[in-house]
């Protein structure tokens, strides 16, 4: 059997890693329950007694919004932007409300007697109008529906699943992958159940079962179209070709419910109880270490959505919401001394929207990568600090570029070299 191994290129050292954890003010002492993070700066969370909390500047500063229905648990949110986001919760009744100003005023688009959304996602990069919900089964239909105007209205046209027995769902149980509804790039999505299943929908193909040995699946996350993983009350299991099979992980410290996964360029995280748990390579040997640990239970983890994705946030059922800030610039590759300085051919190339350089310093010193436009103008300074002897690699993120030639100059005390690379949209 194909064993999963997803490595990170990266040396990665938890001792380090833990260091970046900081708490939030949230102003609140309720059950949070979800946290949605459009971009670096604006994050949505939702709780308990109809609360909603934004903040629009990276967390310095908590508001809690107008509640949409101050009777109802809101067990999932989704952003859209900094004023947008849409909200479920559910009493006998289960409801979605959308707002459009910030959480000023919020109208309700969705509502089913005896049933209950347990999740909110989007299903495209190419504009934000595109959204799904899934719930659990009403009259032995699983409750699924779409969205192509933001969540305005909804619709469960060719989403038809029987339901299992008496099986059910978790709130933030939802993944999609490749969002975008073509042939050539279909859209994928999971979503988890108490029956030892995940199900699975293939733009094209319609919706299929998947089995894993976990009898809840309080999460499911995709790195891509084929890695993912699922996590239950006692562990973690993990696929290599779509969930076509999933595989058990190691036993994983702690105790209580797997509630959340996140994954950066350094690791992998996930939530279980009141703590955190790292490690840098995915596989069914892991080796998760606890790496941030609060009072309270993580009842979510996500990762800012927005590229350059620079936070990690989770939130807890005492009011608590943790961040975490993501290393960027530059990782180290390898720490032996290489034989000359040199600068890489970015990879790849032409590259949309993002790209990796790698470089060698010989010698301690100053180090400088500068990106310019044909122009010769200074684009973006990607490294600019003194560095030990060893292989390197720096991010470029061009999203906010128009298409085209780039350059890109390696400085050091006695060595200079430039390349050239292209943005292709």
């Known amino acids: ?47 308990a007694g109809g609360k909603v909390l934004r903040t629009v500047n990276g967390g310095t500063t908590w508001n809690l919004t107008a509640s949409p229905n101050s009777a109802l648990n809101f067990v999932n949110i989704w952003s859209v932007d900094a004023n947008t986001a849409l909200v479920t919760g559910s009493g006998s009744t289960t409801y979605v409300y959308k707002t459009t100003n910030g ?88 979503f988890g159940t108490n029956n030892s299943r995940i199900y699975y929908y293939k733009y094209g193909q319609g919706w299929n079962s998947q089995s894993i040995s976990e009898a809840n ?44 996964f996140a994954f950066t360029q350094e690791g992998f995280y996930i939530s279980r109880g009141s703590s955190i748990y790292f490690t840098n390579v995915i596989s069914p040997a892991s080796v998760w270490n606890p790496v941030y640990s609060q009072t309270g239970i ?18 807890r059922d005492n009011g608590g919401i943790s961040k975490y800030s993501v290393p960027v610039g530059i990782i180290p590759i390898s720490s032996e001394t290489p034989s000359a300085f040199s600068l890489s051919q970015n990879y790849p190339n032409p590259f949309n929207p ?22 010769g103008r200074e684009v973006q300074t990607l490294v600019n600090e003194s560095l030990k002897p060893g292989t390197y690699e720096a991010s470029f993120d061009g999203s906010a570029l128009n298409s085209g030639v780039y350059f890109y100059k390696l400085v050091t005390d006695n060595f200079v070299e430039t390349r050239k690379m292209i943005l292709l949209k």
């Open 103 to 190: 959480g000023v005023n919020w109208t309700q688009v969705f509502s089913q007697a005896n049933g209950y959304i347990n999740a909110i996602t989007g299903l495209t990069t190419v504009n934000n109008n595109t959204l799904f919900i899934s719930g659990n089964p009403v009259g032995g239909r699983w409750s699924l529906w779409m969205s192509t105007n933001a969540g305005t209205t909804w619709d469960s046209a060719g989403m038809y699943i029987q339901q299992s027995g008496t099986e059910t769902g978790y709130n933030n149980s939802l993944t999609s992958v490749h969002f975008n509804f073509s042939a050539n790039t279909p859209t994928r999505i999971w």
């Open 1 to 47: 059997m194909k064993k999963l191994i997803y490595t990170l290129v990266i040396l990665a050292f938890v001792s380090s890693v833990s260091a970046q954890w900081s708490e939030q003010t949230s102003g609140v002492t309720t059950v949070l329950y979800s946290v949605s993070a459009v971009d670096n700066n604006v994050v949505w969370v939702c709780g």
């Open 298 to 315: 993580y009842k979510d983890l996500t990762l800012t959505r927005t590229a350059p994705q620079k936070y990690l946030w989770g939130v």
């Open 354 to 375: 993002t790209t990796k350089i790698k470089f060698d310093v010989v010698r301690v010193g100053d180090v400088k990568i500068v990106v310019y436009d044909v122009m």
């Open 217 to 260: 699946c309080y999460f499911v996350r995709f790195l891509d179209t084929l890695y993912g993983l699922a996590g239950g009350s006692t562990g973690n299991v993990m696929t290599t070709n779509s969930g076509q099979a999933w595989w058990q992980g190691t036993a994983f410290p702690g105790s209580g419910n797997l509630s959340g």
